[in-house]
């Protein structure tokens, strides 16, 4: 156990105190921003969307008890103050639950922007070699990978592999029905690899996105791939507080250990 | 369609995310203290000052409730010195002027000094580093330590045009802030385009084009620009890109290659 550990569980609060609202809904707006900035999927922050669903539900309790209260023609001291506070907390309600559904939504557009390569990226291993592969009958929809379990597959929610899943069976029936059943069979595949390109598209990791370095410094890196086995650190280190355009694959594991945020 | 919205934070979101800055204000009426999603909101006790969400300010001083008292930045003295920055110093004639220091961060003057950053503990256990907008940089301030040096916020633009909206009447010459304020940002826009040509500095892999001291809606404006130029620069120089690695991949299977030596160099804007 080294020194940050220690200190971790020390710092590591009580979810209730308001010092530990106030973190989640800061975690919450930077994951946001950074969600809406890259190409890709981000891991989903399950303990944080649990505690933030969890304070709206009681948020939306504390406001519809209030309301009630001032509503009640028998209170004997109505509280001048009761209008402006209900209309505080609606105001602060509104202004986190659309945070939230504009992360859902924008989570939603990239699974059916790319849904096979999601589900191929969760799907517990290779797929079996269809064996129905010289029968006629092959179907668009053969070519979705099975699920091992139930549940949560990083870096995926469990509704939302549920959702992708769904998306992607009747995706592929509807090309099936439309036009694919009147292609060759060979050529009905919705994960074709002929040629050597696969069909399979999957989000642009290249592109450039805008992050803020929050440490003492960090350095981009060229992650492995064209035959160069190990990740290449560039030459230049963003220091504390620079603003830079960088690629995302090179700065996607500082953004996982909290060192950059995305802008 | 799931999400209409395109790639990266859009100017509306943008000054969402700005009316989370916390301001100071001078309340005028009592209002016992909130648990909010968005963290506790301190009891208003008049005359004592609070700092409170800009948004919330903003409800309150609609209603006549508070009055907010400006940043120190908002003041056209303060603004007129950062123009002067901007435009009359050679060493700031392609960088826009520095950011306010993240916390651990020296301030501009002494730059010997090694920057600490401190992290906070999620409950989850991560590292958590504070930034904008959830630092009191736009929080009224009585005293400013006379070696602290005026800089505009992240959102500067978005929170001086609310504030001069619905609270001119707080402001110190409102008309004069809102033309320096235009001024700055057309000298910024300016240098915004004039930094294109450095931008293929961040084409290649492992390369970055530094934007430092850029504000939150000006990145909101240049974000389509920049990316798409950038993208295309990529694909452009793809296929050199891919031949150089694979040099590298040759160089390092024969044990020549030292990692530390790269020719991406850092190009300032």
Not at chain 1, 5 to 25: G, K, N, Q
Not at chain 1, 145 to 170: N, Y
Request: with cysteine; charged share 25%.
């Amino acid at each position: 156990m080294d020194i940050d550990d220690i200190l971790a569980s020390v710092d590591r609060h009580d979810p209730s105190t308001p010092e530990s609202t106030a973190l989640d809904h800061q975690l919450l707006t930077r994951f946001w921003v950074a969600e809406r900035g890259v190409s890709e999927l981000l891991p989903w922050p399950g303990p944080l969307m649990d505690r933030m669903m969890d304070r709206v539900r009681r948020q939306i309790e504390t406001i519809e008890d209030l309301a009630a209260t001032s509503a009640d023609p028998t209170t004997t001291t109505p509280n001048p103050t009761t209008n402006l506070t209900l209309s505080i907390l609606q105001t602060d309600l509104a202004r986190t639950q659309y945070t939230l559904r504009s992360l859902l939504r924008q989570r939603l557009a990239k699974l059916t922007t790319h849904s096979m390569h999601y589900l191929l990226r969760i799907s517990p291993g290779p797929l079996p070699p269809s064996q129905s592969q010289d029968r006629a009958d092959i179907r668009p929809e053969d070519a979705i990978p099975a699920l091992g379990t139930a549940g949560a597959h990083p870096p995926l929610s469990a509704p939302e592999v549920a959702f992708l899943h769904a998306h992607q069976r009747l995706l592929a029936t509807h090309y099936g029905d439309a036009f694919l059943a009147s292609f060759p069979p060979q050529l009905r595949r919705l994960d074709d690899n002929a040629g050597g390109t696969s069909m399979v598209q999957g989000p642009e990791g290249r592109e450039v996105v805008f992050v803020r370095c929050l440490v003492e410094a960090v350095r981009v890196v060229v992650p492995p791939g064209d035959g160069v086995e190990a990740a290449v650190v560039g030459g230049t280190a963003m220091r504390m507080g620079d603003v830079w355009a960088v690629r995302w694959e090179g700065v996607r594991d500082a953004w996982g250990r909290g060192e950059v945020e995305v802008l | 369609m799931a999400f209409p919205l395109p790639r990266g934070i859009t100017p509306p979101e943008i000054s969402f995310l700005a009316e989370m800055e916390m301001v100071t204000i001078l309340p005028r009426q009592r209002l016992e203290g909130l648990e909010l999603l968005g963290g506790p909101v301190e009891p208003l006790i008049p005359p004592r000052r609070a700092s409170l969400p800009l948004w919330l300010a903003l409800l309150l001083k609609r209603q006549r409730r508070a009055n907010i008292l400006p940043p120190s930045w908002l003041h056209p003295e303060s603004l007129s010195f950062i123009l002067d920055i901007e435009t009359q110093y050679e060493e700031y004639k392609d960088t826009f002027s520095p950011p306010p220091p993240l916390p651990g961060q020296p301030l501009l003057h002494d730059r010997g000094e090694l920057a600490v950053a401190t992290p906070r503990y999620t409950p989850d256990g991560e590292k958590y580093y504070a930034a904008p907008p959830f630092l009191p940089q736009n929080v009224a301030r009585d005293h400013v330590p006379p070696q602290e040096l005026q800089t505009l916020p992240f959102h500067w633009l978005e929170v001086g045009n609310m504030l001069l909206d619905a609270a001119s009447d707080d402001l110190v010459e409102p008309d004069q802030t809102r033309r320096l304020l235009k001024e700055l940002r057309e000298v910024r826009m300016a240098k915004i385009r004039s930094g294109v040509d450095a931008l293929d500095a961040a084409a290649m892999g492992g390369g970055g084009v530094a934007l430092t001291g850029v504000g939150a809606i000006e990145l909101g404006e240049g974000r389509r620009f920049i990316s798409g130029v950038v993208d295309g620069l990529r694909r452009i120089g793809a296929s050199r890109e891919q031949a150089r690695r694979e040099e590298l991949a040759e160089e390092m299977a024969n044990g020549g290659y030292d990692a530390t030596q790269d020719d991406d160099d850092e190009m300032e804007f």
